[in-house]
């Protein structure tokens, strides 16, 4: 199948990981489907009146985008009140696993199906849709309260050695060589890692395998492989974590940051906060996988990339979805979803800095993401 994908993430908006599968199997057709264009509608592109919808929506998976996820349902049942959508953020692997196993409609993933989950799906859903709907910086956040300075700046290196025990002190040569006239506590670094199998650690540790190999010489995976630091359970559970202790150090999507020092990571000569357009920048500059299609939609991302104001740390979380689904009720509110975040008024609520502040997805995506949703039934 030829992709007709056309990539570029440079607009606002936010893209989460909602994804579908109560009941996924033989297709029953389904009439009612929401716009999702560029044009906030309550009716569905057949004309069908989204207040006509009923029904329970129920998704699990990625904590990372639980804030956009709140104002996408909250957005949602504004305009199909008589649906009861929900979503319990229990990170991507407890998403997909529940997305496999019938127990939710819909989940989110920070990272693509693997090939035994994608066979597993075709066995329930004809095929499964990845939906790349929330883009964001993963932010390597900090507890250091007295010091005065916007970010700390790092090297993939040198945070490498800081989460691998390697640097234990934050007035180590080696932070401060980057970071002249900041005054560096000799305060003990405590690496804070995800408890639960997450997809924002394996993105985490993606970024490490491929821009520092030889200080990183782990398997990129969504658990984490360093014993002796302390742990937090989902996105809520790491943030907790670093802010209880001063000297603490972790990661988690950017959106949950809050009141915590941020990293400037070093991209090419220059040290590049984490922002929206920072995230978009390197998307943008990143391929397809090779098994990506019309209907999963999914990407390689480039971290090594030097282009100018990228951030290569970077997540994006995929809605899963079923394309056919045994309830037509269910193939109709899931539609409707799925429409309702891909439109720019579900993009632009979730990129609001009070909601999620996520990265855009473009006009050119979004046609291909419609183009995927408008084959569920």
Not at 212 to 220: L, R, V
Not at 231 to 254: F, K, L, P, Q, R
Request: aromatic share 6%; glycine share 10%.
């Amino acid at each position: 199948m030829k992709l007709s994908i056309r990539r570029g993430v440079t607009t606002a908006i936010a893209a989460s990981t909602v994804l579908v599968l109560a009941a996924c199997g033989g297709g029953s057709s389904d009439p009612e489907t929401t716009d999702g264009g560029s044009e906030s509608s309550s009716t569905s592109e057949g004309g069908a009146d989204l207040a006509d919808l009923s029904g329970t929506l129920a998704g699990a998976g990625a904590s990372s985008q639980e804030n956009a996820m709140n104002g996408w349902l909250a957005g949602f049942q504004e305009q199909a009140p008589g649906v009861q959508p929900s979503y319990d953020a229990v990170g991507s692997s407890g998403g997909r696993e529940q997305f496999l196993s019938g127990g939710v409609q819909f989940a989110g993933s920070d990272s693509p199906l693997k090939e035994e989950e994608i066979a597993t799906a075709q066995e329930m859903c004809t095929e499964p849709l990845e939906l790349p709907l929330y883009i964001s910086p993963i932010a390597v956040v900090y507890n250091l309260p007295d010091v005065d300075a916007d970010n700390i700046n790092l090297d993939s290196d040198t945070i490498a050695k800081m989460f691998a025990g390697e640097i234990t002190s934050w007035d180590d040569e080696a932070i401060a060589a980057q970071n002249e006239g900041v005054e560096l506590p000799a305060v003990d670094i405590i690496p804070v890692n995800r408890a639960d199998g997450s997809g924002t650690t394996e993105n985490f540790q993606e970024y490490l395998v491929a821009t520092a190999p030889d200080s990183w010489p782990y398997e990129a995976s969504d658990t984490w492989p360093v014993s002796g630091g302390q742990s937090g359970n989902g996105t809520s559970g790491m943030i907790s974590t670093v802010e209880s202790t001063e000297g603490t150090i972790g990661y988690a999507d950017a959106s949950r940051a809050g009141d915590l020092g941020t990293v400037a990571l070093k991209v090419g000569e220059e040290y590049v906060p984490f922002s929206p357009e920072a995230a978009a920048t390197a998307v943008d500059a990143s391929p397809l996988t090779e098994d990506a299609t019309d209907l999963r939609i999914t990407y390689e991302l480039d971290r090594t990339t030097t282009e100018a104001g990228a951030y290569p740390l970077v997540l994006i979380s995929y809605s899963l979805a079923c394309q056919t689904y045994e309830n037509a009720s269910d193939a109709a509110n899931v539609k409707a979803f799925l429409s309702y975040v891909a439109s720019p008024e579900g993009q632009d609520r979730a990129a609001m800095p009070d909601v999620a502040g996520s990265a855009p997805i473009s006009e050119d995506l979004r046609t291909d993401i419609l183009a995927a949703i408008d084959q569920i039934s």
